[in-house]
T-cell receptor
Framework: DADVTQTPRNRITKTGKRIMLECSQTKGHDRMYWYRQDPGLGLRLIYYSFDVKDINKGEISDGYSVSRQAQAKFSLSLESAIPNQTALYFC???????????FGSGTQLSVL | QQQVKQSPQSLIVQKGGISIINCAYENTAFDYFPWYQQFPGKGPALLIAIRPDVSEKKEGRFTISFNKSAKQFSLHIMDSQPGDSATYFCAASIDTGTASKLTFGTGTRLQVTL
């Protein structure tokens, strides 16, 4: 079983719809992250959380919200999806005071 | 503002050749420089990393060369193999103890041909 699991793997939605991407991990890490990958732009941080009660904005948080339901679960929501949110989304985890990120396999989101 | 510039965007190398990917950074406070490797349909995974107190780090066929004065670092893949075909991301961080500080480059898509 994967250590960092993202659901769904693929999602097609329409402009204006609310959508939630989910992430769960079995690595026992406290820290969780949501990244967005776009061709030619690399990986950009959307939100991160150091523990259940800690939520922080990344460099591109506008239009997104997150919820840390438990140490092992971190979800990303698009309240009203727009086409330029079409991208590959990754959840990642890291251990306390460690620099290495462990990524899930990604969710390909298309907003029509 | 792009803090880590990566080139080339794509690279084709013959089997057995040397693949070279370059990155340049602007912020002299960066003190941790990892490379991540991403295969199609998978998330990135840490490949190799270097800190600025050394000029080179080698792990198998993969080598990071670091030039602090030029603010540049590069990944060299010796004896490139088709299995190395992937997207490679360089990154840089200010606080080595916090992964949230990582700034990624734009990625290089490497194809190793037979």
């Amino acid at each position: 079983d994967a250590d960092v699991t993202q659901t769904p793997r693929n999602r097609i939605t329409k402009t204006g719809k609310r959508i939630m991407l989910e992430c769960s991990q079995t690595k026992g890490h406290d820290r969780m992250y949501w990244y967005r990958q776009d061709p030619g732009l690399g990986l950009r941080l959307i939100y991160y959380s150091f523990d259940v009660k800690d939520i922080n904005k990344g460099e591109i948080s506008d239009g997104y919200s997150v919820s840390r339901q438990a140490q092992a679960k971190f979800s990303l929501s698009l309240e009203s999806a727009i086409p330029n949110q079409t991208a590959l989304y990754f959840c990642a985890t890291s251990d306390f005071r460690a620099s290495e990120l462990f990524f899930g396999s990604g969710t390909q989101l298309s907003v029509l | 503002q792009q803090q880590v510039k990566q080139s080339p965007q794509s690279l084709i190398v013959q089997k057995g050749g040397i693949s070279i990917i370059n990155c340049a950074y602007e912020n002299t406070a960066f003190d941790y420089f990892p490379w991540y490797q991403q295969f199609p349909g998978k998330g990135p995974a840490l490949l190799i990393a270097i800190r600025p107190d050394v000029s080179e780090k080698k792990e198998g066929r993969f080598t990071i060369s670091f030039n602090k004065s030029a603010k540049q670092f590069s990944l060299h893949i010796m004896d490139s193999q088709p299995g190395d075909s992937a997207t490679y991301f360089c990154a840089a961080s200010i606080d080595t103890g916090t992964a949230s500080k990582l700034t990624f480059g734009t990625g290089t898509r490497l194809q190793v041909t037979l």
